[in-house]
């Protein structure tokens, strides 16, 4: 798949992102109205990937008014589509962005047990800075990882 179409997510997606939420995170999925409200209202960049009307990823990073880390808030590729690029362009989507408004570093959580996610942010560059004990609903520990952007970096974007 190289040629990997990313556009906007948009309330008119939300029931697909919260069905993609619910297969992604079975124990920690965001419900369907902070979904709303994150994709209404809050400081949040929501991006997808889908082909023939079926979601295939997608992925969204919270900002803060004159912060300059942005916080990667959920990434989720569905089952069917894992191993293809679809989280990896998503990320450097996001991470292009964070230059982009002035970031200097993102940071996200993630369950300590998911090898998977660590060890594909690991490969992105991103490190684990602290550790989030009872962190999830199941009292699942957590990491914080972080990443340290490269590049130009531009001043912090305003709102």
Not at 1 to 26: H, N, Q, Y
Not at 113 to 128: C, I, K, L, M, P
Request: glycine share 10%; with cysteine; charged share 30%.
């Amino acid at each position: 798949m190289s040629d990997i179409e990313i556009t906007r997510a948009t309330v008119e997606d939300l029931k697909a992102l919260a069905e993609m939420e619910r297969i992604g995170f079975p124990l920690d999925q965001y419900s369907k109205e902070r979904l709303k409200y994150l994709l209404a209202h809050a400081k949040a960049s929501s991006y997808k990937i889908e082909e023939g009307g079926r979601l295939q990823a997608y992925a969204m990073m919270l900002w803060r008014k004159g912060s300059r880390t942005g916080h990667l808030y959920s990434i989720v590729t569905h089952p069917d589509y894992q191993g293809r690029g679809l989280g990896g362009a998503l990320l450097s989507k996001l991470e292009a962005e964070a230059m982009e408004r002035g970031c200097t570093r993102i940071r996200l959580e993630v369950r300590a047990d998911n090898d998977t996610a660590v060890s594909f942010y690991r490969r992105r560059g991103y490190e684990v800075v602290k550790e989030l004990p009872g962190f999830y609903t199941d009292e699942a520990l957590g990491v914080r990882m972080v990443k340290r952007l490269q590049g130009r970096v531009r001043p912090a974007a305003r709102g």
